[in-house]
């Protein structure tokens, strides 16, 4: 197993609101992608932001674009991991070294939420950074491996009968903007 650096550290807008707290970008065989959230090229993050914020999210000035104008700081709990497996799933990573410097200089900007997205991010945010107290919340993964625990959801189930979402996209939406638009 090798060690894997972050190859993108942090995004900071002149204004953040809210800082959103991944685990590792994901690798898929050449690079890491673009910018945050894009390397395996299936990952649904950039089209649910850009469907909220009725914003196009394809090419990396739009994606920062969207995050100057909304103040979301983009980050990861990682600065430094291990893959047990060759796959993105945040259970196949070991988590070498912290983001310490990146989590703690957009903190330093008074963020007013932070928003992780998955419960294992949030697990090693809590664990090495205690003392912070800013309203949080998990968002639902936006890999396309998730749909099978999506499906599984007693909520979805229910949305999906009252004819409200049809689809785990759609359910992801819905949770997305709950948490991004409050």
Request: proline share 5%; net charge positive.
């Amino acid at each position: 197993m090798s060690i894997e650096t972050h190859p993108f550290g942090y995004f900071l807008p002149a204004f953040p609101k809210t800082l959103i707290l991944g685990s590792f970008p994901c690798f898929n065989g050449t690079d890491y992608g673009d910018w945050f959230y894009s390397g395996s090229g299936k990952n649904h993050f950039w089209k649910l932001l850009s469907d909220i914020f009725e914003m196009p999210a394809n090419t990396l000035e739009e994606k920062k674009s969207l995050c100057e104008k909304h103040g979301l700081a983009l980050t990861d709990i990682a600065h430094k991991i291990e893959r047990k497996k060759g796959n993105c799933s945040d259970s196949n990573l070991r988590i070498v070294e912290i983001n310490k410097e990146a989590i703690e200089r957009c903190l330093a900007s008074e963020i007013e939420k932070i928003l992780f997205t998955s419960r294992f991010v949030e697990r090693h945010f809590l664990r090495h950074f205690p003392k912070v107290k800013v309203p949080s919340g998990i968002l639902v993964s936006p890999s396309p491996a998730a749909n099978i625990h999506i499906a599984g959801l007693a909520e979805y189930k229910q949305l999906r009968a009252d004819e409200i979402v049809v689809s785990p996209y759609e359910y992801r939406l819905l949770k997305y903007r709950e948490l991004l638009m409050q």
